[in-house]
């Protein structure tokens, strides 16, 4: 749900922190008066939210004093890991399931309900936290519908131009004994828009996590996961600064 009609929630310290995390899709929550004119059970596939990640970066807020902003509107609604001139910003189609309600729907004014004030908010804490590495947090579905691709990583790690910390950040989850992709499942080069606007656009190294969905859809994998990437990014950071 959104709170105080915001599209956001913010857990954690506000003030200066090393670490920050970001969670996008953490959300299927469809506010009153928008109909999207699917079957409700969508709601809870890939399509509609990042499986797991509320949980994770949740976790990192709370468990590991990594200040976390979480999206409270799916991603159906407005895909706010997006730019505003996209297609997609809101969705017609999802994964081979079309989304009737948001053919025609007013996406300026979507925009202005959803995206705007996201990451508004999203700019204004980070400016608060400073951090000094920023976390987005994905998970991906282990098959696509409409792809027979395979999908072996446990999690991939993401980047457009600055793979600073990516770099460091598959090294040592491969240390892990994990299958780790590099910008797989999905190419930063192509989806990558919050860091672009938030990380690359201020010099903040970050690292953009995807986590495959069977990893993380329990309590306890997600409590696993969060304690992982909490310990990765602070060695990552230690060599960032190290460097």
């Not at 929630?9 to 953490?26: I, K, S, T």
């Not at 990451?119 to 994905?138: F, N, Q, S, T, Y």
């Not at 998970?139 to 990516?166: H, V």
């Not at 969905?213 to 950071?237: F, H």
């Amino acid at each position: 749900m959104l709170i105080e009609d915001r599209p956001y929630r913010q857990v954690g310290e506000a003030g200066p922190a090393e670490l920050m995390c970001v969670a996008d899709h953490a959300s299927n929550f469809v506010p009153d008066g928008i109909e999207l004119g699917i079957d409700p059970k969508l709601l809870d596939e890939h399509i509609a939210v990042d499986i797991g990640v509320n949980g994770v970066a949740d976790r990192l807020a709370r468990r590991h004093r990594i200040p976390a902003h979480i999206a409270t509107v799916s991603r159906l609604v407005c895909d706010l890991h997006r730019k505003e001139d996209e297609p997609a910003v809101v969705p017609s189609e999802s994964d081979g399931h079309l989304i009737p309600g948001n053919i025609g729907a007013n996406i300026d004014r979507r925009l202005d309900l959803y995206h705007r004030p996201y990451h508004e908010a999203l700019g204004e804490m980070i400016d608060r936290v400073r951090p000094k590495l920023l976390l987005a947090v994905h998970s991906f579905t282990p098959e696509l519908a409409t792809s027979s691709q395979e999908r072996p990583w446990e999690i991939g790690l993401l980047y457009n131009q600055d793979d600073r910390a990516a770099r460091h950040a598959i090294r040592l989850f491969g240390q892990q004994g994990l299958t780790v992709g590099d910008n797989e499942p999905y190419s930063g080069k192509q989806l990558n828009a919050t860091m672009d606007r938030h990380a690359e656009a201020r010099g903040i190294p970050y690292l953009t996590l995807e986590i495959r969905q069977d990893q993380i859809v329990t309590e306890a994998g997600q409590a696993r996961w969060a304690t992982m990437i909490a310990d990765v990014a602070g060695r990552v950071l230690l060599a960032l600064e190290s460097a």
